[in-house]
């Protein structure tokens, strides 16, 4: 049986809206507050709305045409149902109206619950209009107390009642709360900026709010090879290689695969000891700014973790020489860097 309240509304029926609404749509169509404002729209004023409701609405298009499936959760039941229309606006319409049916009965509810109180004048009234017994009056009054029980579950009985299930898995940022995002493990393949390519381990922490993610990123190459060239035999420059950065993506795609463009900013620091015959060794640093375009992918397994790529074009705003003295340049840092990452994202 659902719990009824005595006490007199003191808040508004925005406050009381107790609707946990999950919505995955375009970005072309209403975002998840603008589909709640539809949805107290469609309800009367001073409506007390006691119903616990769960909703997860996922708007695709295909073609020229747009398709809501909607999950309604009340109680132990669900009750699933699918819209299509020529606009994103014209589903979300029918969302709000859907949505707003199952909650108008517990306005009802809270009205009879009102009039319980004065049950036995009411009787009273009814068997001396009627001029029958108070056995005929008990029968009418129980008849509408259970009516009232069972109206807040009426709004769901055409639909399929099924055993409840877990929203599907899907990009988690289209609430409207800022979530923690940690991407770890990963591994970092360069290719141009170093005379050979190099591969490295690394991560990131950072937010994610609807379809924009900000990380800050670190990555670390312990042996990214040496330079070396045939005009110096036996005269190598051994090298390390560290990385920090930030990158900020929006997000495209409301189902499973997510994708967008990016950019990135990075830090470059580069550490070479040179090593060869009547060379004393010496270690030389350089620290520079790089950045550039980007695009990230990623396949969530399932609501919190997902595998995703990052691939990104950085342009060097230095290029240090490697070079020995006495010797010779035994190479320089390449101009272009196509940089490719690897991992797992953790989404809280």
Excluded: Y
């Excluded at 609707?19 to 107290?40: F, G, M, Y």
């Excluded at 132990?76 to 709000?96: P, T």
């Excluded at 190459?221 to 005009?231: K, L, Q, V, Y």
């Excluded at 990016?262 to 700014?289: M, Q, S």
């Amino acid at each position: 049986m659902m719990g009824l309240t005595m006490a007199p509304r003191s808040a508004s029926a925005e406050e009381e809206l107790l609707l946990q609404l999950h919505w995955l749509a375009p970005v072309t169509c209403p975002d998840e507050a603008a589909v709640k404002q539809k949805i107290r729209a469609l309800l009367p004023s001073g409506t007390q709305k006691q119903l616990q409701l769960h909703a997860t609405g996922l708007v695709t298009q295909k073609a020229d045409q747009f398709w809501l499936h909607l999950t309604l959760r009340a109680g132990q039941f669900e009750s699933r149902q699918e819209f299509s229309g020529r606009s994103c606006g014209d589903v979300v319409g029918a969302a709000a109206v859907s949505i707003a049916l199952l909650l108008r009965p517990t306005e009802e509810n809270g009205e009879d619950e009102q009039e319980r109180e004065p049950t036995e004048a009411r009787r009273g009234d009814t068997q001396a209009a009627r001029g029958g017994d108070p056995t005929q009056a008990d029968t009418e009054g129980n008849d509408q107390q259970r009516s009232s029980k069972t109206g807040a579950t009426a709004a769901i009985k055409d639909s399929e009642r099924v055993p409840r299930k877990s929203p599907p898995a899907g990009r988690p940022s289209a609430s409207g709360s800022p979530r923690m995002v940690l991407a770890l493990p990963a591994m970092n393949a360069n290719f141009g900026l170093l005379p050979k390519a190099s591969l490295g381990i690394g991560g990131g922490a950072g937010v994610e709010f609807r379809r924009l993610q900000a990380l800050l990123t670190g990555w670390w190459t312990p042996d990214p090879g040496g330079a070396s060239s045939e005009n110096f035999p036996g005269t190598t420059a051994e090298l390390q290689h560290a990385r920090v950065g930030a990158q900020l993506c929006h997000w495209r795609g409301p189902t499973r695969f997510s994708f967008g463009p990016c950019l990135d900013l990075t830090v470059e620091h580069l550490v070479a000891r040179g090593e060869g015959p009547d060379i004393a060794p010496r270690t030389r640093t350089a620290t520079w700014v790089a950045l550039g375009p980007a695009v990230s992918a990623r396949l969530f397994a399932s609501r919190s973790f997902a595998a995703s790529t990052h691939l990104g074009l950085h342009f060097q705003t230095s290029r240090p020489v490697l070079l020995v003295e006495g010797q010779g340049e035994l190479g320089q840092v390449g101009l272009l860097n196509l940089t490719a990452s690897l991992g797992a994202e953790w989404i809280f």
